[in-house]
């Protein structure tokens, strides 16, 4: 009796040594993983509320202006916007006037004139925001060898794939901020603290939701009371990254908004029509025999 006591206390000591050493080993590849990440963004996106989102999402027009309050005093120190026009402001909410002299508060690269020679001169409604380099190579030159991207369409370009089985439910909740949802939270994840044992490139900053890496070029750029807001709203990192994350979305998509009345309209005439084609149907085989 006593030699299976003690059989049993040497095999309850195994098993607890073999689990103990089995969850070591699982808690060190947990440590390994979380500092040697393979996939990005190490952290999803947060998923907000957005005005524009859904069939029936509308931009906030003030949204949008204090979004583009953020890119002129912040963002176009390094990127640029070549594909909006100033012209385009006008569906902010903006008058003619107050575009025009938006416009002229920018100095536009032009020419030749008559005698073959560049020249500089305000800006005008029907000219596009000017790019804070001469170059793509003089923006990387300035920026620590890594060219900051156009902005013009960066929220339709950026966005995390969301696996199965979210997509699915995305096709029914008509999910489409993958974009600003993305934007948002890159601006707002730079005080993060990288895990222990994580080997970040000398020059760049730890940001978890960078979809390309551990880490990237672009130093945090917002702060909190950095821009002034004119309509009372909170001049925070948060309110920042939500007003830009917005305007990048419209400056991606300015006609979200016409897209989904043509659309609704679409699928009013389709319903009225098959009421109307089910109708002479019924009237024109009525009266034949099956």
């Known amino acids: 009796m006593k030699k299976i006591l003690t059989?049993?206390?040497?095999i309850g000591l195994v098993a607890v040594g073999t689990g103990a050493a089995g969850t070591w080993a699982i808690a060190a590849e947990e440590a390994h993983n979380a500092a040697a990440p393979t996939h990005f963004p190490i952290n999803e996106p947060k998923e907000m509320s957005w005005s524009f989102s859904g069939p029936f999402g509308t931009y906030d027009k003030g949204q949008l202006q204090r979004g583009?309050?953020?890119?002129?005093?912040?963002?176009?120190?390094?990127?640029?916007?070549?594909?909006?026009?100033?012209?385009?402001?006008?569906?902010?909410?903006?008058?003619?006037?107050?575009v025009k002299s938006l416009a002229a508060t920018y100095t536009v690269h032009d020419g030749p004139n008559d005698a073959g020679d560049m020249f500089d001169r305000?800006?005008?409604p029907s000219d596009h925001f000017p790019a804070p380099f001469a170059n793509e190579q003089a923006a990387a030159a300035s920026?620590?060898?890594?060219a900051p991207p156009d902005m013009s369409l960066l929220a339709k370009a950026r966005g995390v794939e969301r696996g199965f089985p979210q997509f699915v439910f995305d096709i029914f909740t008509q999910y489409d901020a993958g974009g600003p949802d993305y934007?948002?939270?890159?601006?707002t994840g730079y005080d993060q603290t990288p895990p222990a044992g994580m080997v970040i490139p000398e020059g760049t900053h730890y940001n978890p939701y960078f979809m390309s890496g551990v880490s990237l070029k672009m130093p945090k750029p917002l702060s909190d009371g950095q821009v002034t807001y004119d309509d009372g709203a909170p001049q925070t990192v948060e309110q920042y990254s939500r007003d830009v994350s917005a305007f990048l979305t419209w400056a991606a998509e300015p006609h979200m908004e016409d897209r989904k009345k043509t659309g609704f309209r679409v699928l009013f005439f389709l319903f009225v029509f098959g009421i109307l084609v089910y109708?002479?149907?019924?009237?024109?085989?009525d009266g034949v025999a099956h």
């Open 279 to 285: 109708l002479t149907k019924r009237k024109v085989w």
């Open 183 to 187: 934007i948002h939270s890159l601006l």
């Open 68 to 98: 583009l309050k953020v890119y002129k005093e912040v963002c176009s120190a390094c990127h640029s916007m070549n594909l909006v026009a100033f012209r385009t402001l006008s569906d902010l909410g903006y008058s003619d006037a107050q």
């Open 143 to 146: 920026n620590g060898g890594a």
């Open 122 to 124: 305000p800006g005008k």
């Open 7 to 10: 059989s049993l206390a040497l």
